[in-house]
């Protein structure tokens, strides 16, 4: 008889199911795995082993032949260890083939048969809900995160001894239940009640978080660029519970949440030596990078000039399509990538360029050499540009900061934008920065007043297809910031100066 025993490999967001085979025949005793396995899969033999005998179970004297199908699929990572033990003893008479035939099993073995917290928790509960599995079996550290899926009922397991009697119905375990979902308070520790003057830029990133637009913060040293950036943080509205199972799902696929539930919306800001691989994922085992795990949150990158060409061209099609896809020689894989790009800059290398206190030093072809090293297709996906300038030290004593009132004041029309947007496009995930074209023309409505400022400033600025439609977007979330039912001449103009201010300045 050959037992048949169901886990699951993750390949990149999502994985596939693997049948784990075994069959137990006269030979020269050892466990041999066959299928594709990288190291750490090849090594389980030795801990299944020692992980049995510890837990009064037996590993008979016989040749055992595993194999983890389909045998082309690369399996990677050490959670095959409790399905090629359940295997085993399936197939070595200790376990029936009828008690684990709707299981799908997971999870990495010590030596005295306790079981270790694994990473991907809310892939596995995914893979085997569309498998039609009807339990996940996981380390209890795990168990809580896996439950946040629907439609599977997930059991926390401490060792594979209490594994073996829950199967045999003789000490079974509880069902795990998904922890509360709360909305904690913003940890940022930049807030705008903190940042004297710059009214306009706090206006700025009102907008872009009420749209979630991409924004670009330009001035000298000390204009508070980092801090306005920061402070976004405090702007965010909460994560819905959809959200935090997508945003969960990712960084526990990244090893950085393997056990607790992600209740904070994403805040990356990656330093400007990054690799290619670590912004965008991938490697030889394929991992999400800074931009899907800033899904559902921020990328900030400050700086941006300083950031090598390829990787700010690699930003392109994630900063468009909301998703990254990475095809290699054996496979293609896929992340989400739907966050807002919050990016800032100097003008100039110096970062003097236009500064009423400071003499710039550098030549005109040192600022435009500078300047170009951002791209014109990757600004055009940036749907608003700010310049700032130093405020006056005398002011910065002064109590012209926003007060907490108004603050409340901000995050309130922010609340009610994303609530207005939610309700004209039916969804809970959608905001105006992913809304495709024939989205706008069927939900906006532009007076015609607006129409033809749009048109002639397109004309005049050689705006592109892009920026013509993320102008609209701009000025449909200043239109919902202000509750108002359509676009008016005053949101398109508002929207053409946030976008050209850093060609005007």
């Known amino acids: 008889m050959i037992a048949r025993v169901y886990s699951a490999a993750l390949i990149g967001y999502t994985g596939e199911l ?6 137990m025949k006269q030979g020269l005793p050892g466990i041999h795995i066959v299928g594709m396995g990288n190291k750490a899969v090849d090594e389980a033999r030795e801990r299944i082993r020692s992980a049995i005998t510890h837990s009064l179970l037996e590993v008979p004297p016989r040749k055992f032949v595993i194999n983890l199908a389909p045998a082309e699929l690369p399996k990677d990572g050490a959670h095959f260890d409790v399905a090629l033990a359940v ?7 200790q376990l029936h ?3 684990v035939d709707t299981a799908l099993f997971a999870g990495e073995v010590s030596l ?21 599995q009807e339990y996940l079996f996981l380390p209890a550290p795990n168990a809580p995160q896996a439950a946040l899926i629907n439609g599977i009922t997930v059991y926390g397991v401490p060792s594979l001894k209490a594994l073996f009697q829950h199967l045999k119905g003789i000490a079974l375990l509880p069902a795990a239940q998904a922890p509360r979902l709360e909305s904690p308070s913003p940890r940022s520790d930049a807030t705008l009640t ?3 003057g710059q009214d306009h830029a706090k206006r700025a990133l009102q907008i872009a978080v009420a749209g979630r637009h991409n924004i670009l913060i330009s001035g000298p040293p000390g204009a508070g660029k980092s801090m306005l950036a920061k402070a976004v943080i405090e702007l965010l509205p909460p994560l819905t519970p959809e959200e935090q199972c997508e945003v969960t799902k990712i960084h526990s696929l990244y090893g950085d949440a393997i056990t607790e539930t992600i209740t904070q919306r994403p805040f ?5 030596s990054t690799t290619l691989t670590a912004l965008i994922g991938g490697g030889a085992r394929p991992r999400p990078g800074e931009i899907s795990l800033a899904h559902r949150g921020v990328l900030f990158l400050d700086e941006l000039p300083e950031y090598p060409r390829p990787i700010l061209e690699s930003l392109r099609q994630p900063l468009e399509d909301k998703t ?3 095809t290699r020689a054996h496979r293609r894989i896929s992340y989400p990538a739907d966050c807002m790009l919050v990016a800032t800059m100097n003008p100039c290398p110096c970062g003097y360029y236009g500064d009423e206190n400071h003499e710039c030093r550098c030549t005109e072809y040192q600022r435009q050499s500078y300047q170009k090293k951002l791209s014109g297709p990757l600004l055009d996906r940036i749907d608003i540009n700010i310049s700032v300038q130093r405020v006056d030290t005398k002011k910065l004593i002064r109590t012209n900061m926003l007060h907490k009132e108004q603050q409340s004041k901000v995050l309130q029309s922010i609340d009610k934008a994303t609530t207005c947007q939610h309700e004209r496009y039916n969804s809970s995930n959608i905001y105006n920065s992913s809304l495709s074209t024939r989205q706008v023309r069927e939900h906006i409505t532009i007076a015609p007043p607006a129409l033809s400022l749009l048109q002639t400033a397109s004309q005049r600025l050689g705006l592109s297809a892009r920026a013509y439609f993320k102008i609209i977007k701009v000025a449909r979330t200043i239109a919902d910031l202000e509750s108002s039912p359509g676009v008016t001449a005053a949101h398109i103009a508002e929207a053409l100066q946030l976008r050209n201010s850093i060609d005007n300045s």
Request: aromatic share 0%; proline share 2%; glycine share 6%.
């Open 194 to 196: 903190e940042i004297s």
């Open 324 to 326: 990254i896809q990475l």
């Open 97 to 99: 083939q009828h008690e």
């Open 112 to 132: 005295d048969g306790s079981l270790k917290a694994i990473h991907g928790a809310v892939s596995l509960a995914e893979i085997a809900r569309h498998t039609r």
């Open 87 to 93: 295997s085993l003893l399936v197939a070595s008479g």
């Open 268 to 272: 990356r800001a990656p330093h400007h």
């Open 18 to 23: 693997v049948e784990v085979e075994t069959d």
